[in-house]
């Protein structure tokens, strides 16, 4: 793997980690338009622990304020009580971990291809243009205080559509929050959460496969993925949250339908 790659990945992996537009269907995009071999599980593990360090550092006063008040059960993050923030954290995340453990490398070796990635692509677009439709109607820019259980395990559901290549992990996390009456802003929020515990589980999966793999190991472009992924994950994590303030996903469901049709146009066409 070339220097050159592991930067072009990294940042893919980086950009799209975290904005509603599929880290996983981009990653298969870039691979088929440079015409690259996949990369490899050490990759994936470093560019997962470049992304995830980046939420970490994002969040690292909201991480620090449930870590101190859990042993005294008081304070509030994101208005909700740290102990309840953790379990509402686990009703999300437990979904994600029963279905990815079971179908997550058979999905990705029989889907992760050009022509699967554009078709979720588009359906990413479709649902993020609705959700953005319906939430106008939302006003409450604290509803994540009102999460309660059933809406974070709705939400969690709707994160188990990103196990197939193309359909965005924190955009269906978005879409499930805003329809089930979240602002723009806490469903985003929300979303940022529980990619805590799904990019560590991804980080374990590609361990424990990695375990049984043998050979050597470059670690140069190794260190530039980590590296390069947690400064444009940040990047990128710092904007999405600067835009749904008071603004709109609209834009992300343009760019998922234009690329998901151009990918499907240019495959139609024998590319």
């Known amino acids: 793997m070339s220097i050159v790659e592991a930067i072009v990945l990294a940042m893919v992996q980086g950009l799209s980690e975290f904005l509603p537009i599929s880290s996983s269907g981009h990653l298969v995009l870039a691979r088929w338009l440079f015409g690259w071999d996949d990369p490899g599980l050490d990759f994936d593990v470093a560019v997962h622990i470049g992304t995830l360090a980046a939420i970490l550092v994002a969040f690292r006063r909201e991480v620090w304020g449930v870590l101190s008040g859990l042993g005294r059960d008081e304070g509030a993050v994101e208005g909700l009580n740290p102990r309840r923030l953790i379990l509402l954290g686990a009703l999300g995340t437990i979904p994600i971990v029963v279905v990815g453990g079971l179908f997550y490398e058979s999905l990705q070796d029989e ?33 994540l205080a009102r999460l309660n259980g059933r809406r974070s395990l709705a939400i969690g559901l709707a994160q188990c559509l990103a196990v197939l290549p193309g359909v965005s992990r924190s955009g269906m996390c978005m879409v499930a929050g805003m329809a089930v009456g979240q602002s723009r802003e806490a469903a985003a929020r929300w979303a940022f959460w529980l990619s ?14 990695l375990i049984d793999e043998s050979g050597d190991v470059d670690a140069g472009p190794l260190v530039i993925g980590a590296v390069v992924s947690f400064a444009t994950a940040l990047l990128a994590i710092r904007g999405l949250l600067w835009l749904v303030r008071g603004r709109s996903l609209t834009p992300f469901a343009v760019y998922c339908l234009a690329a998901g049709a151009a990918v499907l146009i240019a495959r139609a066409a024998g590319a």
């Open 111 to 143: 889907l992760r291809d050009a022509t699967t990635a554009g078709a979720f692509l588009l359906m990413t677009g479709v649902l993020i243009a609705g959700a953005e439709w319906r939430t106008r109607r939302v006003s409450d820019p604290a509803a």
């Open 196 to 209: 805590m515990p799904a990019l560590a589980g991804a980080g374990v999966l590609a361990v424990a496969s």
